[in-house]
Every structure is written in structure tokens, then in C-alpha cells.
T-cell receptor, first 114, second 114 residues
């Protein structure tokens, strides 16, 4: 079954701790994205990557870091520098080239920091 | 800031009725996409309309695009309880340095009652 997996579904952390959210895809997509969603709001782009070993900051990158060592994987680290990390985090991927740039989303990770 | 703004914020209808929601955006686009999100889940791509297209259909969905007014509408005909979800428009802005980098609106929450 092709798709994107995110783990864990729910994550609880204490303030001051770094936490890493996992995102894996087996769609052979070149591009991957991390979004943050707050209640009643749309998605805001944190980081994106078009190709292995390369990534760019999105609109709200401060306090986050990523890596892209493999095509299939794009983990997101929420650092202690992120002022308000409690949110729903969504990972997505899309293919490179072609006519359609639709994005395929994972099920999300809900992070709660207390 | 968000590129797309959906209207209305929330919509409540009965099964069998049509649901219409609108999206306005600010800058020129390559394409506009609509996504659905069930509560607490990832987003699912519904339809993509390119800037040179005016109308597109997919099953019970009809999307229009008016680039002169910088607006789009999504019509769901003969709604079902399973259509209960939040609907987001997302734009792929012209002139951005990376394809596939979407800007999402805040969404329209649709509730369909039996």
C-alpha cells in the first residue's frame, strides 16, 4: 500500500525538550513538506525539500529543524526554541514534474508540550 | 499571511442539499487546489484547476476559477453525511522559486446532517 506514514499519532513532551516527528513515504516522491496546523486555522509551511540532502525554510521555520538524508524520510525536530510548539503537524509529499502538483498527506502527529 | 481566504467559515446543510464555498486569493497563481480534511486527520486532495481553466468537474464536485476576480468556488452537489469535513483551498503562486509550494486558506467547516 503506497502512502505517507507519520509517527507517533500523539506525542507529549515537557517544555525544554527537543522532540522529533517521523515522516516516511513510499510513493517515490521527490518533494516533501512539513506543515503546522493550529485549531480552526489553515496549514502553515515549516520546511520543504525538493530533493535529497536539500531543504528550504518555509514561512514559520524558527524553532524547527529537518534533515533529508533519504528520499523516503523527512523527520522534523521541534526544538526547545520553538515558543509555542503545541499543534497538529502534517507531513506531505508530491512528485517532481508532471502537470499536477497535488500533495499527499500523512495522518498527522498531535504534539502537546506542557 | 495566508494567500487564500475561504468563505463562509462554517456551513450547515441537510443531506441532499448542495454546498457552495468560496476562496479568494491575492496574487497571480499557476493553479488552485481544493482539499478535504476530516476531523483530526490528514488532508485529501480533491481537485486541481489551472489558471487557464474556468471550470472543472469531478464526480459530485464542481470547481470554478475566475482569475480576474482572484476567486474560486467549490460546489458539492447532493451532499451526504460523509461530506462532513473541513475544506481548504490552496494556491500555487506564480513567480515563487519552488513549484509545489502551496499557500492554504483557513478552511470552511461543512456539517451535513441526515
Amino acid at each position: 500500500d503506497g502512502g505517507i506514514t507519520q509517527s507517533p499519532k500523539y506525542l507529549f513532551r515537557k517544555e525544554g525538550q527537543n522532540v522529533t516527528l517521523s515522516c516516511e513515504q513510499n510513493l517515490n516522491h521527490d518533494a516533501m513538506y512539513w506543515y503546522r496546523q493550529d485549531p480552526g486555522q489553515g496549514l502553515r509551511l515549516i520546511y520543504y525539500s525538493q530533493i535529497v540532502n536539500d531543504f528550504q525554510k518555509g514561512d514559520i521555520a524558527e524553532g524547527y529543524s529537518v534533515s533529508r538524508e533519504k528520499k523516503e524520510s523527512f523527520p522534523l525536530t521541534v526544538t526547545s526554541a520553538q515558543k509555542n510548539p503545541t499543534a497538529f503537524y502534517l507531513c506531505a509529499s508530491s512528485s517532481r514534474g508532471g502537470e499536477s502538483y497535488e500533495q499527499y498527506f500523512g495522518p498527522g502527529t498531535r504534539l502537546t508540550v506542557t | 499571511s495566508q494567500q487564500g481566504e475561504e468563505d463562509p467559515q462554517a456551513l450547515s446543510i441537510q443531506e441532499g442539499e448542495n454546498a457552495t464555498m468560496n476562496c479568494s486569493y491575492k496574487t497571480s497563481i499557476n493553479n488552485l487546489q481544493w482539499y478535504r480534511q476530516n476531523s483530526g486527520r490528514g488532508l485529501v486532495h480533491l481537485i486541481l484547476i489551472r489558471s487557464n481553466e474556468r471550470e472543472k468537474h469531478s464526480g459530485r464536485l464542481r470547481v470554478t476559477l475566475d482569475t480576474s476576480k482572484k476567486s474560486s468556488s467549490l460546489l458539492i452537489t447532493a451532499s451526504r453525511a460523509a461530506d462532513t469535513a473541513s475544506y481548504f483551498c490552496a494556491t500555487d503562486r506564480k513567480g515563487t522559486d519552488s513549484w509545489g509550494k502551496l499557500q492554504f486558506g483557513a478552511g470552511t467547516q461543512v456539517v451535513v446532517t441526515p
